[in-house]
C-alpha cells in the first residue's frame, strides 16, 4: 500500500514536471515571439518614418524643380494665337474651353514632356539613410512615372487636366507621389500623396479697350475733351483724368485714375517699369472746373456737363502701365514668327486666292472667292520687294526670286507661323489692298486686307503711316455705331465667331492715318476704313497734318490703345467737322471676350501669374 502510495506521487511529480516543462517553453517561444514582433513593429515604424520623409522631399521637388520646369513649359507652349492659352472652344462667346481640348493639349504639350523633367529628376535618385535602408520617390502627372505604372503601386488614379477660370485663365494639373521606404528585404511602406497644380497665365490684353490713354493730353499737351461728339461702345480708361463738355456717351465701362505724376524704375534685368506717385481722383467739366470724386455724383451732372455712363464709371481705377518695348513681340518673332529688319517703304497685306488674285466684291457686300491664302509683302527702298504667304495649316512660305511658291510638300520658311510681323524700324506705308476701282471714294470697294483665317500682330519699332484701307474679309459686325445728337445707333455684331483679327503694335512712335502731303502716296483715301487694334505705348494714334484739308472719316471696328490721345481732326462750333478725318469708333466686341491678336501687349506680365500646390491627402500603404 505505502508503495503503491509512492509511485502515486513520483507520477504525480513526474507530471507536474512535464505541464511545468511546457509552461516554461511555451513562455520562453511567447517571449521570442514577442521579442521578434516588437523587432518587427519597430523596422514598421522605421520604414513608414522614412517614407515620410521622401513625402517631405517629395514636396519639395513639387515647390522647387518642379514648378519650374512647369513654369517654362507652360509659357512657351501657351497659344498666343488661340483666345485660350491651352484648349478651344468652337464659338468665341463660349466662357470656357472644351474640356477634350483642355485635356489634349495640357496631355500632349505639358505633362507629357513634364514626365520626362521629372524622372530625369528623381528616378535615378535614391536615397540609403544607412545600408540596409532605401528612400525612393516618384512623381506621377502622367499614368506612368520612371517606367512604373501608377496603377502597380497604388489604387489612387490620376485624374485629367482641366480648366479651371475663364476671367483668370486657370489651370489645373493633377499629380500623385508616391514616397517608397524599404529596411532590409522585409519591410516596406510607401505613402501616396494626391494634390495637383493651379496655375493662371497672363493678364488682359489692352486690345479690351475701345480707347485706353495714358495721359489724357492732346500730343503737345493740349487740352482733350469728351464732347457730344464722343461716343465709345467699348471700355474706356485713362491714367489721367477726363475732360468733360457737354452729353458725350459711353456704352461700356469708364475708368480713370487721376494719376498726377509717374516714376519710372529700371530693374536688375534691365527692365523700366513705370508707377504712379501721386493721384488727384476726379474729372474736369467745362462749366465747374475740376471735381474730386467725392464731389461727383451718380450720375454725374453739372449744368449743361450731363455725360451718360450706360455701364457706370469708377474715378479710382488702379494704374495700368503702358509696355515700355516690345522685348516680347521680337522674341516672339525671332522665334516663331516673321522678323523684318530696316525702315520698310511699304508693308501691305492682302488676302488672295492660291494664284495671288486679291478678292473681288460679289455685289451682295462679300467676297469671292474665299481667300485661301495671306500675303504679306514688305519693300524696302532700292530693294526687290518681298512676298510671303500662309493658309489654314499657319505654314509660311517666301515666294521664290521667280515669281513661283514652293509647294506645300517643301519646309516652310516658318513651320508654324505664330502671326507675329516684327519690323525693326519705322513703316512709310501700312496698308491694304487698293480699291477696286482704284479711285473709288468708297470704302466698300476696298478688298479685304486679312482672310477669314488670319490672325495678325504687325509690330513697327519706330511707328508706321496708315496710307489703305485695312479690312477683313469676315468682319465681325456688320454695321457700325453710330451718334446723331443724343441717339445712338449701335453696331450688328452678329459674326463674333470669326476669326480674322489684326493688331498694330508701335513700342515707340506713331501710328497716323496718312494725311495731306505733297507725295500723294503717302495718303489715306477720302474716308477710310480700319479693323483692328492700335497701339502706340510711346506716341499717339491720329491722323498726320490734322489741322489742314477736310479728309472725310475714320471708320475704325476695334480699339485704339496710346500714350496721349491722338488729334484726328478739328471741329467748329457745335461740333461741326472742318479739318482732318472725323473718327468713328466701333468697338470690336470679341475683344471683350479675351480674344485679342497674337503676342498682343497685356495689362499684366505675360507670364505665369501663380503657380500653387495643393494637397488633398495622403494614404499609407502596406506590402
Not at 496710346?562 to 488729334?567: D, L
Not at 473718327?583 to 470679341?590: E, G
Request: proline share 6%; aromatic share 8%.
Amino acid at each position: 500500500m505505502q508503495l503503491a502510495k509512492r509511485g502515486a506521487a513520483m507520477l504525480a511529480a513526474l507530471l507536474l514536471l512535464v505541464v511545468a516543462s511546457g509552461i516554461i517553453t511555451l513562455m520562453f517561444t511567447s517571449t521570442l515571439s514577442e521579442i521578434r514582433h516588437t523587432g518587427d513593429d519597430v523596422a514598421i515604424v522605421q520604414a513608414l518614418a522614412l517614407a515620410r520623409g521622401g513625402v517631405n522631399l517629395g514636396g519639395k521637388l513639387l515647390q522647387e524643380a518642379v514648378r519650374d520646369e512647369l513654369q517654362t513649359l507652360t509659357l512657351r507652349e501657351a497659344s498666343t494665337v488661340e483666345r485660350f492659352p491651352f484648349g478651344s472652344s468652337p464659338n468665341i462667346t463660349d466662357p470656357e474651353p472644351s474640356p477634350d481640348t483642355v485635356i489634349r493639349d495640357l496631355v500632349q504639350k505639358v505633362t507629357t514632356p513634364l514626365q520626362g523633367k521629372i524622372d530625369a529628376l528623381v528616378c535615378s535618385a535614391q536615397v540609403r539613410p544607412e545600408n540596409a535602408q532605401l528612400v525612393s520617390v516618384k512623381i506621377y502627372v502622367t499614368d506612368t512615372a520612371c517606367g512604373d505604372p501608377l496603377s502597380n503601386i497604388s489604387k489612387i488614379e490620376l485624374p485629367a487636366p482641366r480648366f479651371i477660370s475663364g476671367q483668370t485663365r486657370t489651370y489645373a494639373i493633377p499629380f500623385v507621389l508616391v514616397a517608397e521606404a524599404q529596411i532590409g528585404s522585409s519591410y516596406k511602406r510607401n505613402i501616396a500623396t494626391q494634390g495637383e497644380y493651379q496655375f493662371t497665365i497672363g493678364g488682359g490684353k489692352f486690345s479690351q479697350y475701345a480707347l485706353f490713354t495714358d495721359v489724357h493730353l492732346g500730343k503737345n499737351n493740349g487740352d482733350v475733351w469728351f464732347t457730344n461728339n464722343t461716343g465709345y461702345d467699348g471700355r474706356v480708361h485713362t491714367n489721367g483724368s477726363f475732360k468733360i463738355a457737354y452729353e458725350p456717351w459711353f456704352g461700356d465701362k469708364a475708368t480713370s485714375v487721376g494719376c498726377t505724376s509717374r516714376f519710372e524704375t529700371v530693374g536688375s534685368d534691365g527692365k523700366r517699369t513705370t508707377e504712379c506717385r501721386t493721384v488727384n481722383t476726379g474729372a474736369e467739366f467745362a462749366s465747374v472746373g475740376f471735381k474730386r470724386a467725392n464731389q461727383i455724383g451718380d450720375p454725374p451732372q453739372f449744368n449743361d456737363d450731363k455725360p451718360e455712363f450706360t455701364q457706370g464709371v469708377d474715378w479710382r481705377s488702379d494704374y495700368i502701365p503702358l509696355p515700355v518695348d516690345a522685348l516680347e513681340q521680337e522674341e516672339a518673332a525671332d522665334e516663331n514668327g516673321l522678323p523684318i529688319a530696316g525702315d520698310q517703304d511699304s508693308v501691305t497685306l492682302y488676302a488672295g486666292d492660291a494664284a495671288g488674285n486679291k478678292l473681288v466684291s460679289d455685289g451682295n457686300g462679300g467676297w469671292t472667292p474665299q481667300a485661301s491664302h495671306q500675303y504679306i509683302e514688305h519693300c524696302t527702298a532700292n530693294e526687290p520687294c518681298q512676298r510671303y504667304r500662309y493658309s489654314d495649316d499657319f505654314r509660311l512660305y517666301k515666294q521664290n526670286p521667280d515669281g513661283t511658291w514652293p509647294q506645300s510638300s517643301e519646309p516652310p520658311e516658318v513651320e508654324n507661323f505664330n502671326g507675329l510681323v516684327y519690323i525693326d524700324g519705322e513703316v512709310e506705308r501700312l496698308r491694304g489692298p487698293d480699291r477696286a476701282p482704284i479711285d473709288s471714294s468708297y470704302t466698300a470697294d476696298a478688298p479685304p486686307a486679312l482672310a477669314s483665317f488670319a490672325k495678325m500682330t504687325i509690330v513697327p519699332k519706330k511707328g508706321a503711316r496708315i496710307t489703305g484701307d485695312l479690312k477683313y474679309e469676315s468682319p465681325p459686325c456688320s454695321t457700325m455705331s453710330r451718334r446723331e445728337g443724343r441717339t445712338v445707333t449701335s453696331a450688328i455684331c452678329d459674326n463674333l465667331n470669326t476669326k480674322n483679327i489684326l493688331g498694330v503694335f508701335a513700342p515707340t512712335g506713331d501710328i497716323l492715318v496718312g494725311s495731306s502731303n505733297s507725295d500723294l502716296s503717302l495718303n489715306a483715301p477720302h474716308d477710310v476704313e480700319i479693323h483692328g487694334s492700335f497701339m502706340a505705348s510711346e506716341g499717339v494714334f491720329g491722323t498726320e497734318n490734322y489741322w489742314r484739308d477736310k479728309r472725310g472719316e475714320i471708320n475704325l471696328l476695334g480699339g485704339i490703345i496710346e500714350k496721349k490721345y491722338g488729334a484726328t481732326g478739328q471741329f467748329g462750333r457745335n461740333g461741326v467737322h472742318t479739318r482732318g478725318y472725323a473718327i468713328n469708333v466701333t468697338f470690336d466686341q470679341r475683344m471683350a471676350l479675351d480674344y485679342s491678336p497674337p503676342v498682343f501687349p497685356g495689362t499684366g506680365p505675360s507670364d505665369i501669374q501663380g503657380v500653387f500646390v495643393y494637397i488633398f491627402g495622403q494614404r499609407e500603404q502596406a506590402f
